[in-house]
């Protein structure tokens, strides 16, 4: 419509001026070819975006590359902890809600089967994201009226804030330097690059996981029923969500797999073959001397928040097989520190299903929790 190419035509490289009013947003990286997506951010009610937009000058130089983030409304990286794969089961589904879509065969490939069922008339959902977006005009006014300069400089210190942990990345990647220097670490650097990324999202970085249990993200009520009365799953279907760590306030854990690594660095890893377990153990070796140092007041980073979590959180590592070495649990003993792994919704409560201990993302499932 020509009234939308004439007020939000100005975004057509990129994307308007916007508040979320409602639900969440996902602003995640594609990565087709790997069969993974990493999420970026995750927008809730009231933020504003694209700071960019907001902020930027004319300038000679341009640093932001085209087509790297792509947005959804409710989170993207989702998917469901027991398999869903069984051809014979999701013939029933195709049956019950009309779906396409084959058996999903990997965990990027579940949201696009959620999505079906979702938008599928039989689901009769109601389920939306709302979001509030702002003209050419409106965009004029912010950076070329001085009646709008409290305005404009409310969103500076929102972006400043949003952009805390970026701009302070540099120093934490010298800190990490100088600590495996120090202590003359020289681990597999894909295991290396995983210790960071605990930290990083115990810091609110970047986004970890969690078992959903509201609708903020998701009709979750929706696909629960679907997969409980349709794809007659046996298991608690439990799904994983992205979540910003709130060190200050959470009281549960987040938490990252070795089976879904969403890291922004790729070292390889190291050519010798080991088990999930086996990495594992090393890893855990590698945080905890990534903890202790930290932890200390005498490094770069003291009374930053990378030495505070140093100090008030633990790391606990889960896998389904026996490690005989007592370092990593037992993937069933997730389900006594976390209830959240057994919710169900309301409308699809069923005493008789059991806990996914076998689950994929159990595989290798590193919990961050603050002490108590």
């Known amino acids: ?45 009231g933020s504003v975006f694209p700071f960019t937009r907001i902020l930027g000058l004319d300038s000679k130089r341009k640093y932001m590359p085209n087509g790297i983030l792509k947005a959804s409304a409710g989170a993207r990286t989702v998917f469901m902890l027991p398999k869903i794969g069984c051809v014979t089961q999701h013939v029933n589904l195709q049956r019950d809600y009309n779906i396409k879509l084959p058996a999903p065969k990997s965990l990027y490939e579940q949201w696009s089967v959620f999505k079906e069922v979702v938008n599928s008339d039989i689901s009769k959902s ?134 879904n690594p969403t890291l922004l660095n790729f070292s390889p890893k190291s050519r010798k073959l080991s088990s999930t377990l086996v990495e594992m153990r090393e890893l855990e070796h590698i945080s905890n001397i990534f903890l202790k140092e930290l932890a200390k007041d005498s490094i770069i980073c003291s009374d930053t928040i990378l030495n505070q979590v140093a100090n008030n959180i633990e790391f606990r590592y889960f896998h389904n097989e026996v490690d005989i070495h007592n370092i990593i649990a037992p993937a069933e003993k997730i389900l006594s520190v976390d209830d959240r792994f057994s919710y169900v919704s309301s409308e699809s409560e069923n005493t008789k299903l059991s806990f996914a201990k076998d689950a994929k993302f159990l595989r290798g499932c590193i919990s961050i929790k603050r002490k108590c």
């Open 126 to 259: 109601d389920w939306f994201a709302c979001v509030l977006y702002f003209s050419h005009s409106w965009q004029e006014m912010l950076h070329s009226s001085s009646s709008w300069k409290d305005l404009k400089l409310y969103l500076h210190e929102l972006a400043w804030q949003n952009y805390e942990f970026s701009r302070n990345q540099i120093y934490y990647d010298l800190a990490f330097s100088l600590i495996q220097q120090k202590r003359n670490l020289k681990p597999n650097p894909y295991l290396t690059d995983v210790a960071r990324h605990l930290l990083n999202i115990a810091i609110g970085g970047i986004p970890g996981f969690t078992p959903a249990v509201n609708n903020d993200s998701l009709p979750i009520s929706v696909l629960q029923s679907a997969y409980i009365n349709s794809y007659s799953m046996k298991y608690i279907p439990t799904i994983i969500q992205p979540t910003d760590y709130l060190f200050e306030n959470s009281v549960l854990p987040i938490y990252f797999s070795m089976q």
């Open 1 to 45: 419509p020509s009234d939308l190419i004439d007020n939000l035509g100005y975004s057509k490289n990129n994307a308007p001026i916007g508040m979320l009013l409602n639900k969440t947003m996902e602003l995640f990286i594609d990565l087709e070819e790997r069969g993974i997506t990493i999420p970026w951010v995750i927008y809730k009610p």
